[in-house]
């Protein structure tokens, strides 16, 4: 599946906030993400990324594996996306290590997550904040297969665009580049 997704600096978060909670109820979680390369640093030269992310919540906490394939369309960032839980996240970081992938950049987000139906599919938005990094971000998002992923873009730059935020908000920045930039 490909995860179809957008991005964008926030100047209003609480009008964006607002505007959310109309639509679906908020879920606060704290995500603690640690990026893992190989020590060849191979991965990101590919636009591949392998994440280890345990949420904490008010309904637990979990923790899930990632793995996100290289970009398939340029203007979105868009890319494949494989996720599973996994029961054990000291297990999870043992098993990458022992594999011989490298610890490369762990940080945090305070998130603020709806899920609700648009334009016929199911979407994410999330509110982000990254204590390292100035401003609230705004992440739209859906899994779709990759046929349908310039229809699913059109749905999500609707929703943005029902929220205020335009193309001259969107960012291709990431968190990973932002923070290790941050931190130099």
């Not at 109309?22 to 030269?45: F, M, Q």
């Not at 204590?131 to 943005?160: C, I, K, M, Y």
Request: contains cysteine.
């Amino acid at each position: 599946m490909i995860e179809a997704e957008l991005k964008a600096r926030v100047h209003s978060p609480e009008a964006v906030m607002r505007l959310l909670d109309e639509r679906a109820e908020a879920r606060v979680e704290v995500y603690r993400d640690t990026y893992y390369d190989r020590p060849d640093g191979s991965l990101e030269k590919a636009g591949e990324e392998l994440r280890v992310r345990t949420v904490h919540g008010s309904d637990g906490t979990r923790t899930v594996l990632t793995y996100k394939g290289a970009t398939v369309d340029e203007d979105s960032g868009s890319k494949p996306e494989h996720e599973t839980r996994v029961e054990d996240a000291g297990a999870a970081h043992a098993i990458l290590r022992g594999l011989g992938h490298v610890e490369v950049i762990a940080f945090e987000k305070r998130c603020r997550n709806y899920s609700f139906e648009a334009g016929g599919r199911q979407l994410l938005a999330t509110l982000v904040r990254v204590p390292e990094l100035d401003g609230t971000f705004l992440e739209v998002e859906t899994l779709v297969e990759e046929d349908e992923l310039t229809v699913a873009l059109e749905d999500v730059r609707a929703v943005l665009a029902v929220l205020g935020i335009g193309p001259e908000d969107l960012t291709r920045e990431t968190y990973t580049g932002a923070v290790a930039a941050q931190r130099a």
